[in-house]
């Protein structure tokens, strides 16, 4: 029976193919997937122990709790640079240098940043050893407050050499210097094409951190004397907050946090992967019932031959499971290729991974050939069994088509998963339960699959009805696609998902867009907002310069960082608070916010009812500087979205406070947002903030209307990417219309050969065979837009409670996008299929008997 | 209104020097060798010949599905090798009818509507008074709006009959019409053809293996390996029976 099995997939290559293709698409986005991130993981690894090779051990300041890597970049206080001399008075220690760490951008005349395209410019301090992580390559060590060494990979990309002048931005403001020299980073020479400013330690300090504090001591320990060694001998004189730890440690922990973020973007893609996979499940379950029915009478001829059941089933998953592996391994290899592909990508683009060989971990090969067999072969199950169950008569009976499977039983059972899916809809959404909400999707997802069989016709007859205008060809095409419903059905569901999907996302990318714009309309009183862009610049400073122009009634800026409250680790937003109330519309406030002061905390009502305080109660706030404060309730307002931009903005504090206890790198700000006084002419006061923002040429000015179409643009990138993404699901879904046509064609030769010889022209059995595939492919479409507009707008109004600007907003256009692209995707799926048929050998089909 | 045999009645379709070859070299088949016919018009010709003897090809390439490897064919006045498919494909839309031993209708379309095949196909209407008369004489009244699926097999070879009368072709090509069907179909089937001939002028060229059908024509055609060999007018089922043991000997 095995023989069998095998002897059918010879037999049908291109279908098997085609089947195989469709898994392969799934698994290889998940194989490349790992592949991409592992080799990431591991260029980074590398790098960061690069980073440290000359150094044994590494003083930091130390974490009073844990921040989320991926919230907050990291909180790691500062430490004072005296701490290098204390550390160098150590018995053994050779050497105990500064390291300075922060933002530091190399613009041109005209005030661009020399180096663009998201990787981040770090200024740092050269100590002239080891500690620096450089070697010069041509120059003089940089000295004094003006003198700079920048990187080779920056130098070559900026055509910048030793004797050149440039500006230097900073967190603080601009300064000019001149390029003294060009080094190297460790051996690669690029740390992943971000670029490199580093001046002396003293200037470093003094320009590249705004609070005179360093990051780190690196040490290098005396001959002889191991990391541990050297760890044991600094932890006893260093100061309460400060913590010393083995380089390699030091390499760890950065490799940790860089891990985090690559996981939270590693889950994304395998997310998206799964539902390509899920896509091509749905195409494998239905190719093999197709294929089924086609082969019932050899099935029945076997059995009546005396094959038993088990061995048709074994036959039919045999089938399946070679067919799994095969795809599987096509998966793995084009994932592998395709991760290559893209590390190449990265590179060409100016982000230079120190190893370019793609790392593929026994874990990636055996997750994609399991995955992708074992999906293979549960879609297969049902088909299988339904095989199994031919009884040998069919052997006999003079048809030997698929019956239509519109049981009672898929009736019941598909009413009901629809009818629970309804249910938990409509009760999230009156009860506020959001989660809930896109829950019930699934479900109803599911059960519209179910009753696919049931659905098909009427939806069908609809959809091709415009046909009909295309003349009696155009008429056969929409009755090929109703002739066999689950067919049909099983057939749309591949589409139908990733339709579902994207539509899901559109609708509550756009509601929510409209909400924030709402909520901006109203409770935004500022009249522009300052924003830094990619470039973080913006601090404190800059507020203080904004709000002292005499156009500016207020400005404040918001930063966001993560302290621990009573215990419990919280978000808290710092913002000035003398400001604050002229900038933000919190829509009703009691107590004195503005006069908060250091010493205050501001509470949203609700987290103010859930943590029972009221206003003049104290709570306990731990800073990232292990600085423990007693704070007092001076405020409680009613709703802060407006600051926090989501739902999560329930601590205000001054942002005096803030920047005493958080690190250099945790004060930039994405964004100012000013006032101007009464009656002051937006572009006078727009003049006035643009030229005091002078020294911050990255910075860019936006008033309200602005700010609302920024908004807009960046929903259309994340669809635009997301489309790309989920393209995957809509190409296998073009697959399966593709797949069920040319089976159709072939099973319907003698239909074809009898219409050709009482006079169907190619032509028309072209155009019949492409409004098959179009009436197909609108069905998963609209079945889709359908499921997804209902779960997105459930998803979207069960948060009315939370966002009283809440606002259901369906992006047509994109819509009508989507379903010009389904005919689209219709069109080419006809194309294979539908010159098979017009090439069809009549005589062949009118005399196959 | 059948014309004797003597009186040279016009040419409906016409063969000349028709060769079919299949394959090449040493295994090449003849199917066709060298066959020169004429079929008048409004008579009823049958085909016949042991299996294998070029039946089927020498209609299939006189109804314009098959090409012949040398020689030309006619319908009318039109020589067939000078068409392109999609003429070819109209011709045998206006021109021609068919009738096949199965398979002969569309299962999504109605019998009406597969009797009115070609004319939709061709974007035309029907002339309701002829369809009408058509129906009526093979008896489909009641079941014009059944689907072949619950149609028996005598019913769907009369909606086959009736498809190809409906268009009142210059010629029907009928390829074993009743290979199928028991005694009392066929018969039922061959009587229709018969008196579309005799009644309405229609010309029927119809390929058999039973004397009995045969002996509803006006004429049969022996084929033997890819030849004619003979020719009998006003054929029964005795003399046709006759003719063939004299070839089986
Ligand atoms: N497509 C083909 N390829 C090769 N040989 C063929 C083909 N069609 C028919 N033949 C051969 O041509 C001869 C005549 O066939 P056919 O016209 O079908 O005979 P009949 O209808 O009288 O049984 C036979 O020997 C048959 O094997
Ligand atoms: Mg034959």
Redesign the pocket.
């Given at each position: 029976m095995i023989k069998v099995a095998l002897k059918n997939l010879r037999g049908h290559k291109l279908r098997t193919l085609f089947t195989a293709f469709a898994i392969a698409l799934g698994v290889g986005f998940m194989a490349g997937t790992y592949v991409l991130t592992d080799t990431i993981s591991s260029a980074f690894d590398e790098l960061f122990s690069e980073a440290n090779a000359g150094i044994d051990a590494v003083v930091q300041g130390a974490e009073p709790f844990e921040s989320s890597a991926i919230e907050t970049g990291g909180q790691r206080p500062d430490i004072d640079p005296a701490i290098a001399d204390l550390v160098a008075g150590v018995d053994g220690v050779a050497v105990a240098e500064p390291g300075v760490f922060g933002f530091a951008y190399l613009l041109d005349e005209e005030g661009s940043p020399y180096v663009s395209g998201g990787a981040p410019s770090f200024g740092a301090n050269w100590t002239g050893t080891e500690t620096a992580g450089f070697t010069i390559v041509r120059g003089e060590a940089p000295e004094g407050p003006t003198q700079v060494m920048i990187d080779e990979a920056t130098a070559d990309r900026a055509g910048l050499d030793v004797g050149d002048e440039a500006t230097v931005q900073t967190l603080t403001g601009t300064f000019p210097v001149e390029i003294v020299s060009i080094g190297r980073f460790g051996e690669s020479g690029s740390l992943v094409g971000s670029a490199f400013v580093l001046m002396d330690t003293r200037s470093a300090i003094d320009l590249f951190t705004p609070n005179g504090l360093i990051q780190s001591v690196y040490v290098i320990a005396e001959p002889g004397l191991s990391e541990q060694d050297m760890v044991d001998r600094i932890a006893p004189v260093l100061p309460d907050g400060i913590e010393v730890v083995t380089a390699e440690e030091s390499s760890e922990e950065s490799q940790a946090l860089f891990d985090q973020i690559l996981g939270f973007f590693n889950t994304f893609l395998t997310a998206v992967g799964l539902v390509s996979l899920a896509a091509g499940a749905f195409l494998i379950y239905n190719t093999f019932g197709i294929i089924i029915g086609q082969r019932n009478r050899e099935l029945a001829l076997l059995r009546a031959l005396g094959a038993g059941r088990r061995q048709v089933l074994a036959s039919v998953l045999a089938e399946s499971v070679v067919i799994g592996l095969i795809a599987s391994l096509l998966g793995l290899v084009g994932g592998i290729a395709l991760a290559f592909l893209l590390i190449n990508v990265i590179a060409a683009i100016g982000i230079d991974l120190p190893s370019t060989t793609p790392v593929v971990a026994l874990r990636t090969i055996v997750l994609a050939m399991a995955v992708g067999t074992a999906i293979t072969v549960l879609s297969s199950l049902a088909p299988a069994l339904r095989a199994s169950r031919i009884a040998p008569m069919a052997a006999l009976r003079e048809t030997a088509t698929e019956r239509p499977s519109r049981s009672i039983v898929r009736l019941v059972i598909g009413l009901a998963i629809l009818a629970l899916g309804v249910f938990v809809m409509v009760r999230s959404v009156a009860d506020g339960e959001a989660g809930w909400a896109a829950a019930s999707i699934v479900a109803i997802f599911a059960g519209v699959v179910v009753l696919g069989p049931f659905i098909v016709p009427t939806v069908v007859a609809g959809l091709a009805a415009p046909a009909r205008l295309l003349g009696f060809a155009g008429r056969l095409g929409g009755d090929n696609a109703r002739r066999n419903p689950r067919r049909s059905a099983g057939t749309a569901a591949s589409l139908m998902l990733a339709v579902t999907i994207i539509t899901f996302i559109a609708v509550n990318l756009f509601s929510f867009t409209a909400s924030f714009s709402a909520a901006t309309d109203k409770y935004l009183k500022a009249d522009l907002e300052v924003q830094s862009g990619q470039v973080p610049i913006l601090g404190q400073s800059a507020v203080e310069a904004l709000a002292a122009l005499p156009e500016v009634r207020a400005a404040t800026g918001v930063q966001r960082g993560q302290v621990q409250i009573d215990g419990t680790v919280r978000p808290v937003y710092a913002v000035t608070a003398s400001a604050v109330l002229d900038i933000f519309d919190l829509q009703g406030v009691e107590g004195d916010l503005a006069g908060m002061g250091t010493d205050g905390i501001a509470i949203d009502r609700v987290t103010a009812e859930e943590q029972g305080l009221a206003i003049g109660d104290t709570v306990e706030v731990l800073f990232p500087d292990s600085t423990e404060a007693t704070l007092t309730v001076a405020a409680i307002y009613e709703d802060g979205g407006i600051i926090a931009q989501n739902s999560d903005g329930h601590y205000l504090i001054d942002v005096e406070r803030f920047t005493a206890h958080f690190g250099a790198n945790n004060q930039f700000m994405a964004r100012i947002d000013v006032r101007g006084v009464d009656g002051v002419d937006l572009a006078q006061l727009r003049a006035a903030v643009e030229a005091e923002l002078e020294a911050f040429p990255t910075a860019t000015v936006l008033d309200k209307d602005e700010l609302r179409d920024q908004a807009q643009n960046q929903v259309l990138q994340v669809l635009g990417f997301l489309f790309v993404l989920l393209g995957l699901a809509l190409v296998i879904g073009a697959l399966g219309v593709t797949i069920t046509l040319a089976l159709s064609v072939f099973e319907r030769t003698h239909e074809i050969g009898l219409l050709r010889a009482v006079g169907t022209t190619r032509g028309q059995l072209g155009v019949a065979v492409l409004v098959e595939s179009i009436v197909l492919t609108l069905l998963g479409t609209v079945l889709g837009l359908v499921i997804g507009i209902v779960g997105a707008v459930a998803v979207v109004r069960s948060q009315a409670d939370l966002i009283d600007t809440l606002q259901v907003s369906v992006p047509w256009g994109f819509l009508v996008l989507v379903v010009v692209i389904a005919v689209g995707i219709g069109v080419a799926a006809s194309i294979v299929p539908g010159w098979r048929a017009a090439r069809m050998d009549v005589?062949?089909a009118v005399?196959a008997e | 209104m059948a014309s004797g045999p003597q009186t040279s009645a016009p040419i409906a379709a016409r063969a000349e020097q028709a060769t079919?070859v299949?394959?090449l070299g040493d295994t090449a088949?003849w199917?066709?060798n060298d066959v020169d016919v004429d079929i008048e018009q409004g008579r009823f010709t049958a085909i016949m010949?042991?299996?294998?003897?070029?039946?089927?090809?020498?209609?299939?390439c006189l109804a314009g599905l098959d090409t012949l490897t040398s020689g030309r064919v006619l319908i009318g006045d039109t020589d067939l090798s000078t068409l392109s498919d999609k003429d070819l494909t109209l011709l045998r839309r206006t021109r021609i009818g068919f009738i096949f031993q199965s398979f002969n209708l569309i299962p999504t379309l109605t019998a009406a509507e597969n009797i009115r095949l070609p004319a939709l196909l061709g974007g035309r209407d029907q002339d309701t008074s002829w369809f009408d008369s058509v129906v009526s004489t093979v008896g489909l009244g009641d079941r014009l709006g059944h689907r072949p699926s619950e149609l028996s097999g005598g019913q769907q070879q009369r909606v086959a009959v009736a498809r190809a009368l409906a268009q009142q072709p210059e010629i029907i090509f009928a390829?074993e019409p009743t290979g199928n069907l028991d005694s009392r179909a066929s018969s039922e089937i061959l009587g229709f053809m018969r008196s579309a001939v005799s009644d309405a002028n229609q010309t029927i060229v119809m390929?058999t293996h039973e004397p009995s059908a045969a002996a509803y024509a006006d004429r049969v055609l022996f084929?033997a390996d890819?030849s004619i060999v003979d020719r009998m007018d006003s054929p029964t089922e005795e003399s046709v029976l006759d003719r063939l043991k004299q070839f089986g000997a």
């Open positions: 005589l062949e005399s | 079919k299949y394959g088949v199917a066709l010949g042991p299996s294998g003897s070029g039946k089927s090809t020498l209609m299939h390829d390929v084929l890819g």
